[in-house]
């Protein structure tokens, strides 16, 4: 039981714990509740609206609605495909006779032959061309007739003959006399004209021309390291595989030329440098000597 003053009224009165709802008092006004102020009296206040409360079961289903009106009748369907033809209907009667023609029907048939009729003094018409007969044999010759003195055109030439045959080796002429021995104070090789000469493009690995009895070849310049080998092929028609291919060398450095294959038309020169130079473009001389393997 506690004991309180209202704040309004001044009133004093007792309450129960059945007077009591949560931290409210009940009153007897209709709505109303009283609630601790700040200044430590009761007061009397409007009670608090209560929470909406939780959705009702859902009720039961209602009664089927009437039909509805019956809908627009729908579009006419396409048409449907054509019936099998019927059976042939019976002749029918015969038309009226058509009137009659102006215009005359065809000729008849030939009739028979009539008797023979007298004879006629007034000649027929000639019979029509017969045909031509045949050729008849030839007849004997005419007399030869007197010699033409113009001359007849002249005939086409005709086709080139064939070749004759080869005709037999003529008889071998006399040996020649000996030659003056040789000196020893003259040089062996070729004269002027024989030789030529030629540049090597590119590198020292660039092949060249060059169809001379003899000639010198420019090497190309460059600098070389320490034991190095290059080879170049030179072109030379009149070289024959039997041939011998000698070759020295023209240079401020120290290098060292060889042959190292000979085919016909051709050879092959290799150059060996035992130390490193400076750009250096050598002379390579050659020469050929003839030579046969029997």
């Not at 003529?170 to 040996?175: H, K, L």
């Not at 090789?189 to 590119?202: I, N, S």
């Not at 450095?253 to 051709?266: N, Y």
């Amino acid at each position: 039981m506690v004991s309180f003053k209202h704040a309004s009224l001044g009133v004093a009165r007792k309450l129960m714990r059945s007077d009591w709802e949560a931290d409210h008092l009940i009153t007897g006004t209709p709505g109303k509740w009283l609630r601790f102020a700040a200044n430590g009296l009761i007061e009397e206040t409007d009670a608090p609206s209560g929470g909406a409360g939780q959705p009702g079961p859902q009720g039961p289903s209602g009664a089927a609605g009437q039909a509805g009106a019956q809908g627009p009748a729908g579009s006419a369907g396409a048409a449907g495909p054509q019936g099998a033809k019927g059976d042939t209907g019976n002749t029918g009667p015969q038309g009226p006779t058509g009137p009659t023609s102006n215009v005359p029907g065809p000729q008849g048939p030939k009739g028979d032959t009539g008797n023979s009729g007298a004879a006629s003094t007034v000649a027929g018409p000639q019979g029509a061309k017969g045909d031509t007969g045949a050729t008849g044999p030839q007849g004997p010759a005419g007399p030869t007739g007197a010699a033409s003195t113009v001359a007849g055109p002249q005939g086409e030439t005709g086709p080139q003959g064939l070749q004759g045959a080869q005709g037999s080796q003529g008889i071998q002429g006399p040996q020649g006399s000996a030659g003056a021995p040789l000196s020893a104070s003259a040089a062996i090789g070729y004269a002027t004209g024989a030789g030529g000469v030629v540049t090597q493009p590119t590198s020292r690995v660039t092949g060249l021309t060059l169809s001379k009895a003899s000639g010198s070849i420019t090497l190309f310049s460059k600098t070389t390291t320490a034991s190095l080998v290059e080879s170049f092929v030179v072109t030379n028609s009149l070289v024959a595989a039997t041939d011998t291919i000698n070759v020295s060398i023209k240079a401020t450095g120290i290098f060292l030329a060889f042959v190292t294959d000979v085919a016909a038309g051709s050879f092959r020169i290799s150059i060996f440098t035992p130390a490193a130079t400076t750009a250096q473009a050598p002379i390579v001389n050659f020469a050929i000597v003839k030579a046969v393997a029997a």
